[in-house]
């Protein structure tokens, strides 16, 4: 049976409002808070339906990284999770907010290793603080800033994502993943093939040399990313998976080119031409290969997506495995 919304009569909680105290005290819930307002939160739910996801999104806050020596100054953007039971009609917010401050305002003045150990220390302090949940997800999202070199050696900051989440059963072990995401360029195969046939067409006697060279062909924006779930023993560098990720591309992208870095960029992709689906199995194989003793249960998801410019629509190739699965 579902109770009524309690309502007060004479500055006095009505005897409905007590019996729905003496119902929630017994699954051992707070219902009057210290200003002797009614905890609508707890009351019972009129639709008995366990969510498995309640919280907050897009809550920003500085962070600070230090980890081998290296301090970095990050802005995050959380999404906080926890599941919610059946009988009870709301989820205290308040408190997701209360948790991700005290747990950052720790980090700024004591720098956490990464991201991932960040949103580790909240899972564990949101199960605490809410005593209903079974469950907790926390999600982090930040641009991330790296010098790379581009073909002719011009130094920039280039932007990457680094994500990282936490999550836990209370009675479960803690998963910590680590992610990042990254935007490259790629170019079609078979569309430079179509091209090599119908110009070896027009110039035939030049066939042998059209046959060795980059040949025309359209190009895409490429935003590849890597979630790994990182075991307790295992050390995962974000900056490792960025090199992965613009290895397995046709080739990286930069904010500033002057024209001979600009035309070494497109001749260096038009030499490297993929497929989405190249790119993925690209990432798989070199995750293999840096990481030869990551544990064949940890989890990983490779997503690629190129951006047509031919065509009105994208697209998109993505795996989702363990290392044991990859390694058959």
């Known amino acids: 049976m ?4 309690p309502k007060w009569r004479n500055g006095e909680r009505s005897s409905n409002y007590k019996s729905l105290i003496n ?3 017994s699954k051992g819930g707070l219902h009057i808070n210290n200003d002797d307002f009614p905890d609508i ?3 019972v739910s009129k639709r008995h339906f366990l969510l498995t996801r309640v919280g907050i999104t897009g809550l920003k806050k500085p962070t600070v990284v230090e980890r081998d020596g290296r301090r970095i100054n990050l802005i995050p953007t959380f999404d906080v999770y926890v599941d919610l039971p059946a009988y009870q009609k ?3 917010m ?3 907010a209360e948790v991700i401050n005290k747990i950052v305002d720790m980090s700024v003045r004591t720098p956490v290793k990464s991201l991932e150990e960040l949103a580790s220390k909240i899972v564990v302090e949101l199960l605490a603080t809410h005593e209903y949940a079974s469950f907790t997800q926390v999600d982090l999202s930040s641009d991330y800033f790296l010098e790379k070199t581009s073909p002719l050696g011009r130094k920039s900051l280039e932007n990457y994502k680094i994500k990282a989440s936490a999550r836990k059963a209370r009675d479960g072990p ?3 993943i680590l992610g990042v995401e990254v935007v490259g360029m790629t170019v079609c195969p078979c569309a430079m093939e179509i091209t090599r046939e119908m110009v070896s067409s027009m110039y035939p006697d030049d066939k042998e040399t059209i046959s060795k060279m980059p040949m025309l062909t359209h190009n895409q924006r490429n935003i590849s990313s890597i979630e790994l779930e990182i075991p307790p023993e295992a050390v995962v560098e974000a900056d490792d998976l960025v090199d992965i990720i613009e290895s397995s591309q046709s080739s990286p992208t930069f904010e500033i080119l002057k024209r001979s870095d600009e035309g070494k960029v497109v001749l260096n992709a038009h030499k490297n031409p993929k497929f989405v689906e190249d790119v993925v199995r690209d990432i798989l194989y070199y995750l293999l290969e840096r990481y030869p003793d990551m544990p ?4 990983v998801k490779v997503k690629s997506i190129s951006e047509e410019s031919i065509h009105k629509h994208n697209a998109i190739a993505e795996r989702v ?4 699965e990859l390694k058959k």
Do not use: D, V
């Open 90 to 92: 709301g989820s205290h």
């Open 174 to 176: 803690l998963k910590k």
């Open 296 to 299: 064949g249960s940890a989890k």
């Open 23 to 25: 119902i929630h005290r």
């Open 41 to 43: 939160q707890n009351m």
């Open 321 to 324: 495995t363990t290392f044991e």
């Open 94 to 96: 308040s408190r997701n």
């Open 2 to 5: 579902c109770e009524k919304h």
